[in-house]
């Protein structure tokens, strides 16, 4: 099982930035790709993008893409999501996920990020 506490959200106006971290902890997250997923107030979850255990593999959601990215340093068991140009509708609870297989087991406890307009 892996442990994953997320951290980075707040409050912030529209056009402005935020970076969010993932920090993990547990020795099954060496070889996990690692998802970004959002949940605003009375919608469904939404994915926001993934980056593979070597950085190599990343893609996002066409909502966020060109506006957010995701990085991740292994040796410090941190995944992060650096949010640029946000906008209202960015507003969400963000989690980050490890994922198994084809399916995503492990998840943090979200962090807000509320963008003002």
């Known amino acids: 099982q892996v442990q994953l506490v997320e951290s980075g959200g707040g409050l912030v106006q529209a056009g402005g930035s935020l970076r969010l971290s993932c920090a993990a902890s547990g020795r099954t997250f060496s070889g996990r790709t690692v998802g970004w997923f959002r949940q605003a107030p009375g919608k469904e979850r939404e994915f926001v993008g993934r980056?593979?255990?070597?950085?190599?593999?990343?893609y996002y959601a066409d909502s966020v893409k060109g506006r957010f990215t995701i990085s991740r340093d292994n040796a410090k068991n941190t995944v992060y999501l650096q949010m640029k140009s946000l906008k209202p509708e960015d507003t969400a609870v963000y989690h980050c996920a490890a994922q198994l297989g084809s399916s995503w087991p492990d998840w943090g406890q979200g962090t807000q990020v509320t963008v003002s307009s």
């Open positions: 980056i593979s255990w070597s950085g190599f593999s990343i």
